[in-house]
């Protein structure tokens, strides 16, 4: 059974101070790892799509790793405006093909 | 656009009303999805459409009807729904089924009495 652990389970950082976002998963296969980021009452945003280990992604101040084990998600330089639940979601070579498995999520809650 | 928008922002309705929520992108998308989110829990899917034929139903009760009447519209008929229904309604579409990035509508909150 595919499975996604989140950690830590909230953060609370200080603007300015720079953080990653854990994401282990395991699954029998990995078509593709996911990161949304949702704010409270709203769909989920998408934010990045990692497929193979090593593979980085940036957009603005986050960025995202991928290792055959787990997912970081690099946050520098947060603003209060990065306040939010982060989640991250794999979904598996076999199988219901399209079906995401999500983590519980980390929210994080930036001071300004 | 990767906008996916849905209807009604909020419903509230009685055990023994019977509603629809809407869902429309224009993304050209083939697969689209519904999900249903509690409060500080991951969204848990609950129908998939491929190709507007549906070819996932994760053992949803009854009382929820997902329809696909075209390539860009999902609508989820609710009917003689419980309180523990009440929640966050996410629609979502992908390009396809396989490995594609999902993007979600804003959701419809629903509160049933």
């Known amino acids: 059974e595919d499975q996604v652990t989140q950690s830590p389970e909230a953060l609370r950082l200080q603007e300015g101070e720079s953080s990653s976002l854990n994401c282990s998963y395991t699954?029998?296969?990995?078509?593709?790892l996911f990161w949304y980021r949702q704010d409270p009452g709203k769909g989920p945003e998408f934010l990045f799509t990692?497929?193979?280990a090593g593979e980085e992604k940036e957009k603005e101040r986050l960025k995202a790793t991928l290792t055959k084990k787990e997912s970081f998600l690099h946050i520098t330089a947060p603003k209060p405006e990065d306040s939010a639940t982060y989640l991250c979601?794999?979904?598996?070579?076999?199988?219901?093909?399209?079906?995401?498995?999500f983590g519980k999520g980390i929210t994080l809650s930036v001071r300004p | 656009d990767t906008e996916v928008t849905q209807t009604p922002k909020h419903l509230v309705m009685g055990m023994t009303n019977k509603k629809s929520l809407k869902c429309e992108q224009h993304?050209?998308?083939?697969?689209m999805y519904w999900y249903k989110q509690k409060a500080k829990k991951p969204p848990e899917l609950m129908f998939v459409?491929?190709?507007?034929?549906?070819?996932i139903n994760e053992s949803v009760p009854s009382r929820f009807s997902p329809e696909c009447p075209n390539s860009s519209l999902l609508n989820l008929h609710l009917h003689a729904l419980q309180p523990e229904d009440s929640a966050l309604y996410l629609c979502?579409?992908?390009?396809?089924?396989?490995?594609?990035?999902?993007?979600f509508g804003p959701g419809t909150r629903l509160t049933v009495l």
């Open positions: 979601a794999v979904q598996a070579l076999s199988g219901a093909n399209s079906k995401l498995t």
């Open positions: 459409y491929s190709y507007e034929k549906l070819s």
């Open positions: 993304m050209g998308h083939r697969a």
């Open positions: 699954v029998s296969g990995l078509r593709g």
């Open positions: 979502a579409s992908s390009q396809d089924r396989a490995g594609n990035e999902q993007f």
């Open positions: 990692l497929y193979s």
